[in-house]
């Protein structure tokens, strides 16, 4: 993780970011602050009823584009990117499982179960460190989210 003032970059964006959001009516979904090559890249992704149009995310990157330069809460340079979370959206923190229990999601393993990495099923329960997956023939498969590549929506099969 990069060097921030004050702490982890993710929480201090999200303080610049909640009013401002509360403010244009929309929610954060996510906020990730990711290395790809030799750039950094600020990925703030929204959420609210009905959808994330271009033009709230067009907005939301101009309201929010002083307050950062203002904190300045990232040291090196970086990309910043607004964005909804589309379908099959990934389920990172407490409130999304919380939101989509009985809703159909895809989980992938970082290893294998029983010869298998991925599968599909409703999120039945929660913990906020292990899942209950229900699969399609009605065992119930628990789940470290630690042993996850992913944990998303699937959009496709509900």
Request: glycine share 8%; aromatic share 6%; charged share 35%.
């Amino acid at each position: 993780m990069a060097n921030v003032k004050g702490g982890n970059v993710s929480a201090a964006v999200r303080k610049i970011a909640e009013p401002i959001a509360q403010e244009l009516g929309v929610e954060i979904w996510d906020i990730r602050f990711v290395k790809e090559g030799a750039d950094w890249f600020l990925r703030i992704i929204l959420d609210k009823d009905g959808g994330i149009g271009i033009e709230d995310c067009e907005k939301f990157s101009r309201a929010i584009d002083k307050p950062l330069d203002d904190a300045d809460p990232i040291e090196q340079s970086y990309c910043l990117e607004v964005s909804s979370p589309g379908l099959e959206r990934d389920l990172t923190r407490p409130e999304h499982f919380e939101k989509y229990k009985g809703s159909a999601i895809k989980v992938k393993l970082i290893r294998p179960h029983e010869g298998k990495r991925e599968f599909s099923g409703i999120l039945e329960d929660t913990d906020g460190k292990m899942i209950v997956l229900r699969l399609e023939d009605g065992s119930a498969l628990e789940v470290d989210k630690k042993e996850t590549s992913f944990i998303r929506l699937d959009d496709f099969n509900d």
